[in-house]
T-cell receptor, first 111, second 116 residues
Framework: QKEVEQDPGPLSVPEGAIVSLNCTYSNSAFQYFMWYRQYSRKGPELLMYTYSSGNKEDGRFTAQVDKSSKYISLFIRDSQPSDSATYHCATLDSGTYKYIFGTGTRLKVLA | DAGVIQSPRHEVTEMGQEVTLRCKLISGHNSLFWYRQTMMRGLELLIYFNNNVPIDDSGMPEDRFSAKMPNASFSTLKIQPSEPRDSAVYFC??????????????FGQGTRLTVV
């Protein structure tokens, strides 16, 4: 079992839709959770991070962590064609300082 | 700061040849990570260094792969001999590791390697 599991998609939605991206993780000791966004032919860039359980909101983006079910989510409201990218969930193993990534979900927002 | 700089951006080589990928860290960062990205497996951690010391190389697929960090700002990933299944995009990332653990990994633009 991979430490972080993510559906690779692709996911296509119409402009304006609410997008829900999800991951599960296996190690209950993980505390730091991140979402990275990667545009085509670019490196991943940090979009949001959360510590432990709860929600964090930044504009149209909301990151959610449910530690009881080991579930990580990213919600995008009013999605735009410019949101089309691959979204990676990741966790930081604070014991080893390794960043562990899911496989990434390819999102396409259609105009 | 120009960010993490990788070279070359693209490399096409013949099977059996030696390939060297290069990475310059962001000044002041002390952790360096090499990842390989493929469609099937996503971002796979190959090896990471802290303060120039390799901490975990369990992701290095075979002895054909080696990585060095000769100084605090530079790293190389070498594949010798290269094989077609090594074709992928290779990223390095650096971070200013801190005790809080809340640090961002900054990625380079990647090297797209094609082995024919």
């Amino acid at each position: 079992q991979k430490e972080v599991e993510q559906d690779p998609g692709p996911l296509s939605v119409p402009e304006g839709a609410i997008v829900s991206l999800n991951c599960t993780y296996s190690n209950s000791a993980f505390q730091y959770f991140m979402w990275y966004r990667q545009y085509s032919r670019k490196g991943p860039e940090l979009l949001m991070y959360t510590y432990s359980s709860g929600n964090k909101e930044d504009g149209r983006f909301t990151a959610q962590v449910d530690k009881s079910s080991k579930y990580i989510s990213l919600f995008i409201r009013d999605s735009q064609p410019s949101d089309s990218a691959t979204y990676h969930c990741a966790t930081l193993d604070s014991g080893t300082y390794k960043y562990i990534f899911g496989t990434g979900t390819r999102l396409k927002v259609l105009a | 700061d120009a960010g993490v700089i990788q070279s070359p951006r693209h490399e096409v080589t013949e099977m059996g040849q030696e390939v060297t990928l290069r990475c310059k860290l962001i000044s002041g960062h002390n952790s360096l990570f090499w990842y390989r990205q493929t469609m099937m497996r996503g971002l796979e951690l190959l090896i990471y260094f802290n303060n120039n010391v390799p901490i975990d190389d369990s992701g290095m697929p075979e002895d054909r792969f080696s990585a060095k960090m000769p100084n605090a700002s530079f790293s190389t990933l070498k594949i010798q001999p290269s094989e077609p299944r090594d074709s992928a995009v290779y990223f390095c990332a650096s971070s200013p590791r801190s005790r809080s653990g809340n640090t961002e990994a900054f990625f380079g633009q990647g090297t797209r390697l094609t082995v024919v």
